[in-house]
């Protein structure tokens, strides 16, 4: 089966460039990441069979390469090779007619060094685009700092070290994030009946009134981070990705249970009702958000 994966095939030319530059051992280690991701490749597995030494090895990648795509030239010249069989007229020709298109020389003006060594893999990689592995259509030059794998510029995220993908960001945060579910029981437990309460003298009292506007305004501030605080120790202080939005739910709750009755007087018309939920309103936004920020 032919590679189609675009990083694969970016792959598998990097590996024959290493071969063609006679850099085996950088070679194989391309092949066999190959193989790990498509061990039904059969053109990484003639590639392989080129550059391994062990010629037990290497007839088992070109019998391998046979198996998978029967009647590879080759692979029958490879094995006839190595047994030291003449290659068949017919294969040799097909073998030649295969090697003219494909441009494997040595692009760079760079003299290989004397001694072979087969250690360091050539960089050849910017001169291959590179795909996005969540968006396998855009190419990329982009990497993630973190894993390594190419992403495009939409899927990338800027950090100081560098550029990271979704997936990695997210493992980042899940550091962040220590909570333990029950964490969320817990703070909904803490931050129900104290909202409830407050929130109940909230509409009792301060639902009008212009004066009373304006101590909301002030006690609204104090009562959220108050409740953001006060749960936030009850869990030991640990973070949760949607605990803040919890206690922001329980808050509003704490208004709404005890401002029913005025609720369904706006439903049916009643504008001194509306008016009535003007404290309650502000005591809402602005203690939310002080909660909400304690909580984070
Ligand atoms: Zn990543
Ligand atoms: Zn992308």
């Keep these: 089966m032919a590679i189609k994966e675009p990083r694969l095939r970016s792959l598998l030319t990097q590996a024959d460039r290493n071969a063609a530059y006679g850099k085996n051992a950088a070679a194989e280690g391309i092949y066999r990441q190959i193989l790990d991701a498509a061990p039904e490749a059969e053109e990484a597995w003639l590639g392989l069979a080129e550059v ?17 795509a029967p009647e590879t030239p080759a692979a ?22 295969a090697a003219e298109p494909e441009e494997l020389a040595p692009a760079k003006v760079e003299p290989l060094d004397g001694d072979e060594d087969h250690a360091t ?30 992403i495009c510029i939409s899927c990338a995220n ?9 997936e990695c960001q997210r493992e ?49 501030g104090a009562i959220g981070s108050f409740i953001g605080r006060i749960t ?10 949607y605990l803040p939005a919890l206690v922001v739910a329980m808050m509003i709750l704490g208004v709404v249970i005890p401002a029913l009755p005025i609720l369904l007087a706006v439903l049916t ?15 809402l936004f602005v203690g939310a958000s002080a909660a909400y920020w304690q909580m984070r």
């Design 76 to 97: 029958i010249a490879g094995l006839a090779r190595l047994d030291g069989r003449p290659v068949p007229p017919e294969i040799a020709a097909a073998l030649e007619a």
């Design 269 to 283: 018309g009643s504008v001194g009702g509306l008016l009535a939920l003007l404290g309650p309103g502000i005591y």
């Design 232 to 241: 936030k120790r009850a869990i030991g202080g640990r973070r949760g990705r």
């Design 121 to 150: 893999a050539i960089d050849v990689e910017a001169d291959y685009e590179l795909y996005c592995y969540r968006h396998p259509e855009r190419a990329t030059s982009l990497r993630c700092y973190n894993c390594d794998r190419p």
């Design 172 to 220: 980042a945060e899940d550091a962040f994030f220590n909570s333990k579910p029950l964490d969320y029981l817990l703070a909904a437990l803490v931050s129900l009946p104290i909202s409830l309460l407050t929130g109940f003298l909230i509409v009792r009292f301060f639902s009008g009134g212009f004066l009373f506007f304006i101590i909301i305004f002030f006690v609204s």
């Design 158 to 166: 800027k950090t100081p070290v560098g550029y990271i993908c979704p």
């Design 52 to 68: 391994v030494s062990d010629p037990e090895e290497k007839r088992a990648a070109y019998e391998r390469a046979l198996r998978l």
